[in-house]
């Protein structure tokens, strides 16, 4: 189910060209769809834990899913801005739901694993995602437009749903009358590491929506290529996202969580200037898997850290990620839009070096903070 849903979440990037050549949109306006699935995930993780009490968490785990699918399919049918941009509001906002569920889900399984039962969960997330603008790309060769991409979700869930709905969804667990105090004081306040994890979780997830959003305009309007040729290239940057988390699962037994983020951000590093600077094709594309390995552990590695500080109320840290999450969805990829319209897509990738040399201090810091205090 995490994999579903990161599947409808990477057809929002590839389907743009297309959909901003209908519709006749600019980036500023066409940049409001990833606006309106990242203030979606806001409201969901603001009130994930609450509607996961209220509701329970198996009757949200599914029809979350659902929903979000039928909110693609709403997509498909928009004639308007406004009814495409109100579809990608609700794909964020409902299918956030089922991934707190799903982070939460692990994080009271696992224990102490759940670092690694979190990325290992990514990585299927990452497969899906890999689907995703191949389904895009390939559909116009065979007659067809990029909506079956959409139409696909509503598959995908019916398929899983009808095969496992009575799969047992474990309920919160409580904690023992000798644990009150500590529960009383973890819903008063998190730790304050949580806060740092946080800040990197928002800045790794500006970084990796800007390229899934964006990388295949990029691919178009400055190295030339056909939109369903950009569109398929994209699966190189998922393809690569897959292996990097599948590299990543293993390395997180050997080295610190971390230092492993750091060395991930350094490829990107080394990657991005391929990417963005290079005028040879084949050597976009290189930079371009290199970024997609790099980048694949971002996320799951800062989750893994910031559920670790929260492991005390766990539905609570994870509605607290997805919040921060959607907020630099919401904000980052905007701005690059805004700053294509005004000074083209290859200036505004600017943003990136920028967003990466804060994130290498910011990691920086935070591993100098947990020496501190382990001293």
Known sequence: MLGFFAYLQATLGPLMPFLRDELRLNYTVAGLHFSGFAFGMMLAGTSGERVAGWLGRKYLFWMSGLGMSLAGLLLTLGQSHWVTITSAFLMGFL???????????????????????LTEANISASLFSLVAPLAIGFSPRIGLDWRLALWLGVFIWVIVYALRFRTPIPKRKHVSTVDAKHTQTAKTSLPQSFTLYRIII??????????????????????????????????????????????????????????????????????????????????????????????????????????????????????????????????????????????????????????????????????????????
């Open 95 to 117: 299918g956030t739901f089922l991934a707190v569920m799903v982070q939460a889900l692990l994080s009271d399984e696992q224990g102490d694993k759940r670092g690694i039962a």
């Open 202 to 375: 928002f800045i790794g997830v500006s970084v990796e929506w800007c390229m899934i959003f964006w990388a295949s305009d990029f691919l178009i309007t400055v190295a030339e290529l056909q939109p369903d040729f950009a569109a398929t290239v994209m699966s190189i940057f998922f393809g690569a996202m897959l292996i990097g988390r599948t590299v990543g699962s293993m390395t997180l037994r050997r080295v610190a969580t971390m230092p492993l983020l750091l060395m991930m951000v350094m490829l990107i590093v080394i990657g991005f200037p391929l990417f963005w600077l290079v005028d040879n094709v084949t050597l976009r594309i290189m930079g371009l898997f290199i970024i997609g390995f790099g980048m694949a552990n971002l996320f799951p590695l800062g989750l893994a850290a910031a559920s670790d500080a929260g492991s005390g109320d766990v539905d609570r840290a994870s509605a607290r990620i997805a919040q921060a999450a959607g907020l630099a969805i919401l904000i980052a990829p905007q701005i690059l839009a805004m700053l294509s319209d005004e000074w083209g897509i290859f200036r505004a990738y600017a943003i990136l070096p920028f967003l990466l040399s804060v994130l290498i201090i910011m990691i920086l810091f935070t591993i100098y903070t947990e020496r501190s205090i382990s001293l």
